[in-house]
T-cell receptor, first 116, second 112 residues
Framework: AQSVTQLGSHVSVSEGALVLLRCNYS??????LFWYVQYPNQGLQLLLK??????LVKGINGFEAEFKKSETSFHLTKPSAHMSDAAEYFC??????????????FGKGTKLSVKP | DGGITQSPKYLFRKEGQNVTLSCEQN?????MYWYRQDPGQGLRLIYY???????QKGDIAEGYSVSREKKESFPLTVTSAQKNPTAFYLC???????????FGDGTRLSIL
C-alpha cells in the first residue's frame, strides 16, 4: 500500500530563514504528488503539484518542491520565511496512477511556526 | 466564484442523535470526498463518490452514511453509532483522477 511520511510534526524557523518541510512517499509506480497548506479552522489550499512534467515544481507564495525519484522524496522549500507562512502543511500522493480512483493519501502534517 | 461550501461551520450533537453535514460544490466536478481530521492524525477518508448515485467506503466509514443524489451535493450523516464523532470534517471535490482536490472550509463537530 502506498504511504506518505512527513518528518517532523513541528518545525520552527525564524523570519527570513529557509523553510524545509520533508515528505517521503512509497510508490511502486510514478506518483502524482501534492503539497497543501491549512490555516487554523480552514480547509486545505493547494500549494503545488508534481505530475511528472518537471522535477522542480514552483507553487504559490514562493514555495517550491523537488521530486527526487532516487530518494522517493518531495520536500517543500521556501528561501525566506514570512510570518504569514505559519500554518500546517500536508503532503499527499495519488495512489492509483493510471487507475480509476482519485482518492489521495495524506501525510500527518507538519506545523510550521515562524519566529519574529 | 466557483468553490465548495460546507455548512454549518460549527455543529453540536447530543447523545443518540444523528446529524447531517452539508457539502455543495459548483465546480462541476464528478468526484467528491469526505475526510475526518483529528489533531496529529492528518486526514482520513470516510466516503467518496465518483459519480451521481454511487459512493464507496473509505478507511473509516463505520458510523457514517452518505448520499449522492445530485452532482453538486454530497451530504454526510454522522450517526449515533459513531461513538467518537468530535472532529473537524472536510469535504473535497476533484475534476478527474490524479488532479488536485479542492476543499471546503470544514465543519467542526462537537458533543454536547
Amino acid at each position: 500500500a502506498q504511504s506518505v511520511t512527513q518528518l517532523g510534526s513541528h518545525v520552527s524557523v525564524s523570519e527570513g530563514a529557509l523553510v524545509l518541510l520533508r515528505c517521503n512517499y512509497s510508490s511502486s509506480v510514478p506518483p502524482y504528488l501534492f503539497w497543501y497548506v491549512q490555516y487554523p479552522n480552514q480547509g486545505l489550499q493547494l500549494l503545488l503539484k508534481y505530475t511528472s512534467a518537471a522535477t522542480l515544481v514552483k507553487g504559490i507564495n514562493g514555495f517550491e518542491a523537488e521530486f527526487k525519484k532516487s530518494e522517493t522524496s518531495f520536500h517543500l522549500t521556501k528561501p525566506s520565511a514570512h510570518m504569514s507562512d505559519a500554518a500546517e502543511y500536508f503532503c499527499a500522493v495519488s495512489p492509483n496512477y493510471g487507475g480509476s480512483q482519485g482518492n489521495l493519501i495524506f501525510g500527518k502534517g507538519t506545523k510550521l511556526s515562524v519566529k519574529p | 466564484d466557483g468553490g465548495i461550501t460546507q455548512s454549518p461551520k460549527y455543529l453540536f450533537r447530543k447523545e443518540g442523535q444523528n446529524v447531517t453535514l452539508s457539502c455543495e460544490q459548483n465546480l462541476n466536478h464528478d468526484a467528491m470526498y469526505w475526510y475526518r481530521q483529528d489533531p496529529g492524525q492528518g486526514l482520513r477518508l470516510i466516503y467518496y463518490s465518483q459519480i451521481v448515485n454511487d459512493f464507496q467506503k473509505g478507511d473509516i466509514a463505520e458510523g457514517y452514511s452518505v448520499s449522492r443524489e445530485k452532482k453538486e451535493s454530497f451530504p454526510l450523516t454522522v450517526t449515533s453509532a459513531q461513538k467518537n464523532p468530535t472532529a473537524f470534517y472536510l469535504c473535497a471535490s476533484q475534476s478527474r483522477v490524479n488532479q488536485p482536490q479542492h476543499f471546503g472550509d470544514g465543519t467542526r463537530l462537537s458533543i454536547l
